[in-house]
């Protein structure tokens, strides 16, 4: 690690890193992780010049003292803007790319971390309540909080109400000090927000991370397009995928472990009883893999079932105790499904990669000695972006079949 020289900014560390990274950087990846770099300690939350093994300069990263990412790509060898006005550029460009793609909502995710070249930060809209959370020690700094505060005020109006909450996990692993429930702007905390014309509860002092699964959007829209007759609906948390079903269905059954989650759902049943085809919902307080073992053991049947379980794989390491979770499951599932019944199946485990989780549907097929048969292949909501050079901005998948 050195002083910058030549042509690069003056007092600006200079941070070279191995081959393989070099590659990485020049594929339009934007992490460099701390075995491959030439030094064993990096500055705690600075901007750094990235360069190659022969000095030269590839890009500008921030750093982090802490993480297994020790730098993370913001711009070019020749960046040389102020973070606060970087910011706000590019949490104005992540607001004017949601306004182009979403429209059946006023709840998105505005600003998806390195998906928005925003590393470390993300912003999700709740109608008038915003949720805001850094997840890097180069974003935990009151200056970039002011600025995406103004910007957000400047894109959405100054009476939004602008929250930010703390991934305990995370903070940790960037040795960030806890952070609780504080508010940036304005004075609310909850609101009501629109969703494919049904309404949806939201508190930001509750639920998981940072409220409702915004990344299932257009696929709550898909299944209602293929659900049809009994319905359930399993790990329904606050009821996205039930409430849809509910539009469709002659009976929806929601099961979460979750009495907190249920109750919301419950909530916001009630605030769209009036759009719904049938006026009530079952929800059930239960664990879903007991669940559908004595379901299954019964030959409890339905027409449609959704399965939408939390991340069963965090690292690597648990991709195959995974695959197993996910197998149990869908098996389950499959023996309970009449003939010509739907299943929407889904996995939010980045290390579950999509061949993955299709081998694993053609294993539990061919225990339930089912066929089934892929209607589409889905992912996450537009607001929850792609990008075709960084893989890990993927993660959710969706399969929607029919089943003989």
Excluded at 99 to 116: I, L
Excluded at 231 to 253: E, I, N, P, W
Excluded at 380 to 386: G, N
Aim: with cysteine; hydrophobic share 45%.
């Amino acid at each position: 690690m050195s002083k910058a020289s030549g042509a690069s900014t003056p007092g600006i560390l200079i941070v070279r890193i191995n081959g393989r990274a070099a590659a990485r950087i020049r594929s339009g990846h934007p992490w460099v992780y701390r075995s491959d770099l030439s030094i064993s300690e990096t500055p705690r939350a600075e901007i750094v010049r990235i360069a190659d093994e022969k000095g030269r300069v590839l890009a500008t990263g921030l750093s982090s003292s802490s993480s297994q990412i020790a730098l993370r790509v913001i711009g070019g060898a020749d960046f040389a803007e102020e973070l606060p006005g970087w910011l706000t550029q590019r949490v104005a460009a992540g607001a004017a790319y949601r306004r182009r793609w979403v429209k059946a909502s006023d709840a998105y995710r505005v600003v998806f971390s390195e998906a928005d070249a925003l590393p470390g930060l993300i912003i999700d809209r709740y109608n008038d309540v915003f949720a805001l959370q850094t997840l890097t020690q180069a974003m935990d700094r009151e200056d970039l909080r002011q600025a995406a505060v103004s910007v957000l005020k400047a894109e959405f109006g100054n009476n939004v109400h602008i929250v930010e909450r703390g991934e305990a996990r995370i903070r940790e692993l960037e040795e960030l000090p806890p952070l609780e429930l504080r508010q940036l702007a304005g004075d609310k905390t909850r609101t009501i927000f629109m969703m494919n014309d049904l309404q949806f509860h939201y508190d930001a002092a509750a639920g998981q991370k940072s409220g409702a699964f915004l990344d299932q959007r257009e696929n709550y829209a898909a299944a209602a397009q293929y659900a049809h007759g009994e319905a359930l609906d399993v790990f329904c948390y606050q009821g996205g995928f039930a409430l849809h079903l509910a539009r469709v269905c002659s009976k929806v059954t929601g099961v979460d472990a979750s009495r907190p989650a249920l109750e919301v759902a419950e909530a916001n049943a009630e605030l769209n009883v009036a759009k719904l085809k049938i006026p009530e919902i079952d929800w059930i307080e239960a664990n879903a893999f007991d669940l559908l073992k004595d379901y299954a053991a019964a030959k409890t049947m339905y027409d449609t079932i959704v399965l939408d379980p939390p991340a069963f794989a965090k690292n690597k390491r648990a991709a195959d105790a995974a695959a197993r979770g996910y197998k149990e499951l869908n098996l389950r599932a499959l023996k309970m499904l009449r003939p010509g019944g739907v299943l929407i199946t889904n996995s939010c485990s980045h290390h579950v990669s999509e061949g993955d989780f299709s081998e694993m549907l053609a294993s539990a097929a061919i225990d339930a000695k089912r066929t089934v048969r892929i209607l589409e292949k889905r992912g996450q909501a537009k607001d929850h972006p792609v990008v075709a050079t960084i893989p890990e901005t993927s993660y959710l998948k969706c399969f929607v079949a029919v089943i003989a």
